[in-house]
């Protein structure tokens, strides 16, 4: 397995990615466009996943990274709830709502996977490693 040498290499990063540009296109038409509150808030979290995801990455330790895969989740289940709010207010239609829904879900489950898989990992980060050699100092 190839080391990820960037955050952009990520698959978790480019779903949510994705994510961003739809929740973005969303936010551009129908009265959804006018609720300038909402709008700005769901822009916010989705861009607030792939924004913890790239920052954690760069933090370059595994515990920090954890912790901003956390913060993505959070923003992803705050993503969920925004969406909710736009179908109460009749602000999309069903299929728009469980299409994006599920996008978002698909990107939580992906957070859970990769947190899951670096709290059982031994190596501690690029941070950690001897700068005479490239070893792990534990």
Avoid: P
Wanted: aromatic share 10%; net charge neutral.
């Amino acid at each position: 397995m190839a080391t990820i040498q960037k955050f952009e290499d990520l698959e978790v990063w480019q779903k949510s990615r994705l994510l961003e540009n739809v929740i973005f296109e969303l936010t551009l038409t129908g009265k959804l466009y006018k609720d300038f509150d909402l709008k700005n808030q769901m822009n916010r979290s989705s861009g607030s996943i792939m924004d913890n995801i790239a920052e954690g990455f760069g933090r370059g330790g595994r515990n920090e990274f954890i912790q901003f895969l956390a913060i993505a989740r959070g923003s992803g289940t705050e993503l969920q709830s925004q969406l909710h709010r736009c179908i109460d207010r009749k602000y999309i239609s069903e299929e728009e709502f469980l299409e994006t829904y599920n996008k978002i879900e698909e990107v939580l489950k992906m957070l859970t996977g990769f947190i899951n898989y670096l709290n059982k990992t031994t190596v501690k980060g690029q941070k950690f490693k001897d700068r005479k050699d490239g070893t792990q100092n534990y």
